[in-house]
């Protein structure tokens, strides 16, 4: 059985553009949730996607945006990218999400912003 | 607010010895509490989860001890082996089923 899927794995951007990460969910898998990885925040929350509807958001700004596909594939995207948006980000799958806590992490992408 | 936080951000073990990871939460609400496994260049991985109701669950060398009253909790990794050498993480169940990651502990298996 395939892995969470997480493209590209490494991406460079300059300050002001956007990006579109990819995340290919555990077959069957309907949930996937986001989060940004930094050294000095940890793992934080971006927001959770079940059948393509966002369910659960966290306290990102509105650049932070996302969607899910009816493969239950889904993208991320970041606008008008900034120096602190630099982080790993880490797509996680599950079967239904709430109540859930086995994840399944993606290896994510780094995204570096300069 | 929702926050779980480490005691030590690394934590240095002998190869064979017995390693303790330790976690302080502050949601009650919590359904369950999780730790999860993260190795270099790799996303978190699952290792063991207890609910809010239990005060310990064991798995293969890994136990998980739950001390609601004082709002702590811990992973024991008996016989560590340098494969064990990562950065744990507790997390617990927020709001709608998010996971409230902990800032992560890093753990050194010496040889």
């Known amino acids: 059985k395939a892995g969470v899927t997480q493209t590209p794995r490494y991406l460079i951007k300059t300050r002001g553009q956007q990006v579109t990460l990819s995340c290919s969910p555990i077959s069957g898998h309907r949930s996937v949730s986001w989060y940004q990885q930094t050294p000095g925040q940890g793992l934080q929350f971006l927001f959770e996607y079940f059948s393509e509807t966002q369910r659960n958001k966290g306290n990102f700004p509105g650049r932070f945006s996302g969607r899910q596909f009816s493969n239950s594939r889904s993208e991320m995207n970041v606008s008008t990218l900034e120096l602190g948006d630099s982080a790993l980000y880490l797509c996680?799958?599950?079967?239904?999400?709430?109540?859930?806590?086995?994840?399944?992490f993606g290896q994510g992408t780094r995204l570096t912003v300069v | 607010g929702e926050s779980v936080g480490l005691h030590l951000p690394t934590l240095s073990v002998q190869e064979g010895d017995n390693s303790i990871i330790n976690c302080a939460y502050s949601?009650?609400?919590?359904?369950?509490f999780i730790w999860y496994k993260q190795e270099s260049g790799k996303g978190p991985q699952f290792i063991i989860d207890?609910?809010?109701?239990?005060d310990k669950r064991q798995g293969q060398r890994v136990t998980v001890l739950l001390n609601k009253t004082v709002k702590h909790l811990s992973l024991q990794i008996a016989a560590t082996q340098p494969g064990d050498s990562a950065v744990y993480f507790c997390?617990?169940?927020?709001?709608?089923?998010?996971?409230?990651f902990g800032q992560g502990t890093e753990l050194s298996v010496k040889p």
């Open positions: 996680a799958s599950s079967l239904e999400g709430r109540g859930t806590t086995e994840a399944f």
């Open positions: 949601n009650s609400a919590s359904d369950y």
């Open positions: 997390a617990e169940t927020g709001r709608g089923g998010k996971l409230i």
């Open positions: 207890i609910r809010s109701n239990m």
